[in-house]
């Protein structure tokens, strides 16, 4: 079975500096899909990122890329230039690529990111 | 676009009492799923549907029904409540199995 690890439950960042969330995951797969979602207060989950494993090239949204390391598992999040806006609980999450699979998402237990001003 | 919808936000049950989350979304997406969030946790899902007449249990679904009653709408029943269902669900769709999910608001239900 798969899992994701979160191994910091907290992190604060100042605003407008550079902050990195880690995650780590096992799986025997080779085609699989990463996430990582936000919810703020209002629990809202919101998609943050998507990365295809296939693919080498690091995902980018505009202040959120990732550090994709198929070989040692990792899939880390950078946010740059944070924003009050960005305090919330992240997660990452894992999604097979096996089209036998059902498709669920499966959740590492989160990360609450604190932003000071 | 409303995205995805559950009703309601809140609800308190007794132990034993039953009820039913509603979940619709206007995207026009093919599979839908219901998971749950407790404390320190991350969502685990509870069943899915991976197209209109069709569901598979997921990790958690003991104590729970699933209805989908069309395209747009997904529901969850709980038949007789317990406090361990304490939690909050989420609703999410994808356009297919493969796709990226997105989440409704969700509802914090508590048993009592």
């Known amino acids: 079975a798969q899992t994701v690890t979160q191994s910091q439950p907290e992190m604060s960042v100042q605003e407008a500096e550079t902050v990195t969330l880690s995650c780590t995951y096992d799986t025997s797969e080779s085609d699989y899909y990463l996430f990582w979602y936000k919810q703020p207060p209002s629990r809202q989950m919101i998609l943050v990122i998507r990365?295809?494993?296939?693919?080498?090239q690091n995902a980018t949204e505009n202040r959120f890329s990732v550090n994709f390391q198929k070989a040692a598992k990792s899939f880390s999040l950078k946010i740059s230039d944070s924003q009050l806006g960005d305090a919330a609980m992240y997660f990452c999450a894992y999604r097979s690529g096996n089209t036998g699979a059902n498709s669920k998402l499966t959740f590492g237990k989160g990360i609450t990111l604190s932003v000071r001003p | 676009n409303a995205g995805v919808t559950q009703t309601p936000k809140f609800q308190v049950l007794k132990t034993g009492q039953s009820m039913t989350l509603q979940c619709a979304q206007d995207m026009n997406h093919n599979s839908m799923y219901w998971y749950r969030q407790d404390p320190g946790m991350g969502l685990r899902l509870i069943y899915y549907?991976?197209?209109?007449?069709?569901?598979d249990k997921g990790e958690v679904p003991n104590g729970y029904n699933v209805s989908r009653l069309n395209k747009r709408e997904f529901s969850l029943r709980l038949e007789s409540a317990a406090p361990s269902q304490t939690s909050v669900y989420f609703c999410a769709s994808s356009l297919d199995r493969e796709d990226t999910q997105y989440f409704g608001p969700g509802t914090r239900l508590t048993v009592l």
């Open positions: 990365q295809e494993a296939y693919k080498q």
């Open positions: 549907s991976a197209s209109e007449g069709t569901t």
